[in-house]
């Protein structure tokens, strides 16, 4: 074990972990943090997307060490404005069913309009390849992010 300081959602926090613990780990069970979940322990399904210096991650694949003077950015921080239009849009876009993977496509959909506000569909779906949700809702994803970004959102649900 060691003390290593994270920087996660502004603020500075200092913790006692191996240094291989991975990242995921530390931000549920040492921070209390619970909004990334937990899905495959492997990196394939995204649902423990975190923003690591602004870059979308698996916190599941990520050991603590490597995050230690880097800025972590949970679900539970994602303020910026593009992040509130996003969580707007998937209420309006009634996207969520059971929920579980929302807070990976988030932070992955928050990356995407940070880099590029005005995506494309092929840009859109290229961005969202990791994340996978069991339920399906890629196509209301899809026009939540389009309407974050401000384009004209086709009614056909």
Not at 66 to 91: C, D, F, P, Y
Not at 104 to 116: D, E, I, P, W
Request: with cysteine; proline share 4%.
């Amino acid at each position: 074990m060691s003390a290593l300081t994270l920087t996660i959602n502004g603020r500075r926090h200092t913790i006692d972990a191996a240094p291989d613990t991975p990242l995921l780990w530390v931000i549920r069970d040492s921070l209390n943090l619970t909004g990334t979940k937990f899905g495959c322990g492997m990196a394939f399904c995204g649902a423990c997307t975190v923003h690591l210096d602004g870059t979308p991650v698996r916190s599941c694949s990520v050991p603590v060490s490597a995050a230690a003077s880097r800025h972590v950015t949970t679900i539970e921080g994602l303020s910026t404005t593009a992040g509130k239009r996003l969580q707007q849009a998937w209420i309006d876009e009634e996207v969520p069913q059971c929920g579980y993977c929302q807070s990976g496509q988030l932070m992955s959909a928050a990356a995407l309009l940070t880099k590029n506000p005005k995506p494309t569909d092929a840009d859109i779906d290229a961005a969202m390849s990791g994340n996978i949700c069991r339920c399906g809702t890629y196509q209301r994803i899809r026009r939540a992010i389009h309407r974050a970004a401000g384009a004209e959102v086709s009614d056909e649900r």
